[in-house]
């Protein structure tokens, strides 16, 4: 026990300090800018987020797949707010080994990770190639119409 | 089995110390006295070899590390002015680069030696296990060592490897925040990869300290793998073997002087002379080449889990070896089923290796899970199907009549050689690389190409005057100072002109005694500022791509040779890609793209730029600078130019190099020869 205890601080002090923790708060992004068909990469946490807003055409694409036919299966709608479906807020990480994904890209005009051939829909969700989930959706809520805070 | 340990010394001081602390009696038993089979051949020596380079790895580690800042904003710097400012810093870095890579080759012909001869054999389990340990310490520290120059490739190499670890299922993510420290590859990932490098090797010493006991344990294997029976079977390691292993050694820094004087960056990527970008991913992520096979192996298996089990698994599967392999014959001179397997699973760890360096596209993918396959199938089918049903030749009686009966017989090194061939004649019929090639640009001549090129001093200057009238509007160079014009092996300004070019230059500084920034002109410790005060200024100047900075661009931008050009290219030293590159960048704009090609509004079609849309107006034509040496006006003279300087701003101790690398030759072949024969006198009574 007195080991485990003894031990404790040294594995603990691996993990983020407070300084990046408070580095890591919630961050505000301005969305009257992007326009239709248009996407932002906005960094948090160290982690770069890509802002869609989507055409018409990307939503309906993307709600129109059979949602048991996916690897990683999400629908649509639980990866956006409601009453504000044009707006797709991912990590743009791909869930592989990490490397960033391009938007626009691919066969599903969504994105498309140049490492290893992982191919994203337009609601980011993994569609082909060796990315084993879907571009993760980080926390995130709008504070008004055109605002949104991550985190 | 240590040595006869009757040693006393006869000097007084010595038996004092050697009353209290026997390390005399100690170091005579195990290396002077200590009987070695004499039929060892020069596969042997490679365990010297492995001593010298661990040593040579930390002594050239532990100077660097006075010099280097591990923090994410000031390590890429860092390294480069060990460089260029540090006394002989280029020297040291380059012999700790290419140190881990020629550490890595030795410690690959020192397992292949052991997988051919059963050096894992009863009794040597342990002491394979400790050099599986070992082996696996090495490709820790040298995973953590290629971050620390927080270049591209060592950002992303750290994100990809450390995110194996998300693979674990319900710890993995907890485990990889834990190894980073912060939500990605970061700075407190890079400063506690300094630290565990740091210690790493030394734990490695001690674990060689064991590995080396455990031999003595049980004595040296032979090429015969019969055991040592008597005293005619054994020679004293000194003067023996110790001469042996120094001409090893004299054999291997040849090989290791070619790297670090003429082909420094061979093995290397040149994507890392490009600051490390978390936005950025290039395009091709490698790892070095010592990990290749592996990463083959992670990617042929489209699981993430299974992969990352797959690749640890290839490590792993090593340590049961003795168990798996339980033929009674050790060496495979005796067992010729084992030995033409084991020539086959050379050639697949060759080419496992060359595929981790491919695109995982098409045919590379199949290749790589056949070869995945026939990696493990070699382990857990063959060694020990063989084991039961192969008959071995009949061994010699004793190893003094292995070495009778040696004389006249072929080298082992035709062996290799003829394994290498056929490896390469597989290359030459693999498939081309499914990517559709870009057009490499042309090759230039350059002055300083070649063991014996120089900087051509003109050129130097009538580039220089194209980056200040042309590309510094936009691109900066940051890690040239003033005074760096008047170094030798420059442009060989003197003192009056360097201060002259410095003094026409106005540099921010301050706060002064009022707390207000100032200008200044600047003075020859002044490096040349930039056009732009930060990156967002510079790409809103220049329609979103910032312009980058050039003092190393030289290096950093590459294209690929392909096969068999790569392989010529080492022996010829050819390594001017990247001013091949800014030749073809500068002179390859074109008015209108090809038919059928469309590049986004507010780009220009550049023949060779990857993608072929660049941001960057053509910047240069005929008559725009002239010259006062009165050498053509022309957009090809500029190009050729500014690149020969931009090759000076990215080397500028080129010259030193290979002047200091003719001599530590020359030196090292004629050492090698007194090496040699010193040998041959000292073995004449013993065959």
């Known amino acids: ?151 | 089995m240590s040595g006869p340990s009757d040693y006393q010394p006869s000097h007084p001081a010595l038996k004092w110390i050697e009353r209290r602390l026997p390390i005399m009696n100690f170091v005579y038993g195990s290396f002077v006295a200590y009987p070695t089979p004499r039929n060892l051949n020069y596969w042997w020596t490679f365990g010297a070899i492995l001593s010298f380079m661990l040593v040579a790895q930390i002594v050239t580690g532990v100077i660097l590390a006075m010099h280097y800042t591990p923090n994410a904003d000031l390590a890429f710097r860092s390294v480069e002015l060990v460089v260029r400012d540090v006394n002989y810093g280029w020297l040291l870095r380059n012999m700790h680069a290419a140190g881990a890579s020629m550490f890595f080759f030795a410690v690959y012909v020192h397992m292949f030696r052991g997988l051919y001869y059963g050096s894992y054999k009863e009794p040597r389990e342990v002491l394979w296990i400790l050099g599986v340990i070992i082996y696996l310490l090495m490709m820790a520290t040298g995973f953590m060592g290629y971050v620390l120059p927080w270049g591209q490739m060592s950002f992303w190499g750290a994100t990809v490897i450390t995110n194996l670890f998300s693979a674990i299922p319900y710890v993995g993510d907890s485990i990889v925040t834990l190894l980073w420290g912060g939500y990605s590859v970061g700075n407190p990932t890079l400063n506690r990869f300094f630290s565990l490098h740091y210690l790493l090797p030394f734990l490695i010493a001690g674990v060689v300290g064991l590995h080396v006991w455990a031999l003595h344990v049980a004595g040296q294997g032979n090429p015969a793998g019969v055991d040592v029976k008597s005293e005619k079977d054994t020679v004293p390691f000194t003067p023996h073997a110790t001469i042996k292993d120094m001409f090893g050694v004299s054999v291997f820094l040849i090989l290791f002087a070619w790297f670090i004087f003429y082909m420094p960056n061979y093995l290397g990527d040149a994507d890392n002379y490009i600051p490390a970008n978390p936005g950025v991913t290039p395009a091709h992520i490698v790892p070095e080449w010592y990990y290749l096979p592996f990463y083959a192996i992670l990617r042929s298996i489209p699981n993430k889990l299974a992969g990352v089990i797959a690749m640890f698994s290839a490590i792993i599967v090593l340590v049961f070896l003795p168990w798996l392999d339980t033929a009674k014959t050790r060496s495979c001179k005796y067992r010729p089923l084992a030995k033409q397997f084991f020539w086959l699973f050379v050639i697949t760890c060759i080419l496992l290796g060359y595929l981790g360096a491919q695109p995982p596209e098409g045919i590379y993918v199949i290749a790589g899970r056949i070869l995945t396959v026939c990696y493990f199938a070699y382990f857990l089918i063959v060694l020990p199907l063989l084991s039961r049903i192969e008959t071995p030749r009949s061994l010699p009686n004793s190893i003094a009549d292995d070495v009778l009966a040696k004389a006249g017989k072929a080298a082992p090194m035709v062996s290799t050689v003829i394994a290498l061939m056929v490896a390469g004649g597989v290359f030459l019929g693999s498939a081309q690389s499914a990517r559709a090639a870009d057009e490499t640009p042309p090759s230039q001549s350059w002055s300083f190409a070649g063991p014996f090129g120089k900087y051509d001093r003109g050129a130097l200057q009538r580039g220089l005057k194209v980056y200040k009238e042309v590309c510094s509007n936009c691109h900066s160079l940051s890690y040239i100072a003033f005074r760096n014009l008047g170094d030798p092996g420059g442009p060989g300004y003197s003192e009056a002109q360097t201060k002259a070019l410095a003094s026409e230059y106005k540099i921010k500084d301050g706060p002064n005694d009022q707390g207000e920034m100032f200008e200044r002109p600047g003075r020859p410790a002044d490096y040349f500022p930039s056009p732009f005060p930060n990156e967002q200024a510079a790409r809103a100047a220049n329609g979103g791509a910032a312009p980058p900075d050039l003092s190393l661009i030289a290096k950093s931008r590459s294209y690929e040779r392909g096969f068999p050009w790569f392989i010529f290219d080492f022996f010829t030293q050819f390594q001017e890609q990247g001013p091949n590159y800014i030749v073809g960048i500068l002179t390859g704009f074109e008015d209108k793209p090809p038919a059928g090609v469309s590049i986004p509004d507010g780009s220009y079609y550049n023949k060779y730029f990857p993608g072929h849309a660049i941001k960057m107006p053509k910047p240069l034509s005929d008559g725009q600078v002239t010259f006062d040496d009165g050498s053509p006006a022309t957009v090809q003279q500029y190009a050729h130019d500014v690149a020969t300087f931009l090759m000076w701003a990215a080397e500028p101790h080129m010259e030193e190099r290979k002047k200091l690398g003719m001599q530590v030759f020359i030196f090292l072949i004629i050492f090698a020869g007194l090496m040699y024969f010193t040998k041959k006198k000292v073995w004449a009574d013993a065959h």
């Open chain 1, 1 to 151: 026990m007195g080991t485990l205890a003894t031990l404790w601080p040294f594995i603990s002090q691996m993990n983020p300090d407070a300084a990046t923790i408070a580095a890591g708060a919630p961050i505000e992004v301005d969305l009257s800018p992007v326009a239709e068909g248009q996407d932002i990469k906005v960094f948090w946490r160290g982690k770069p987020i890509y802002i869609m807003n989507r055409t018409k055409k990307q939503i309906e694409e993307a709600r129109t797949v059979a949602v048991d036919s996916l690897r990683d299966p999400q629908s649509d709608e639980a990866r956006v707010k409601a009453g504000h479906d044009n707006w797709l807020v991912v990590i743009g990480i791909c869930t592989h080994l990490g490397c960033i994904p391009i938007a626009h890209e691919g066969n599903y005009d969504g994105f498309f990770c140049p490492c290893h051939g992982s191919q994203y829909d337009s609601s980011g969700r993994i569609r082909q190639g060796p990315a084993p989930l879907n571009l993760p959706v980080p926390p995130y809520q709008f504070v008004s119409d055109t605002k949104i805070q991550i985190g």
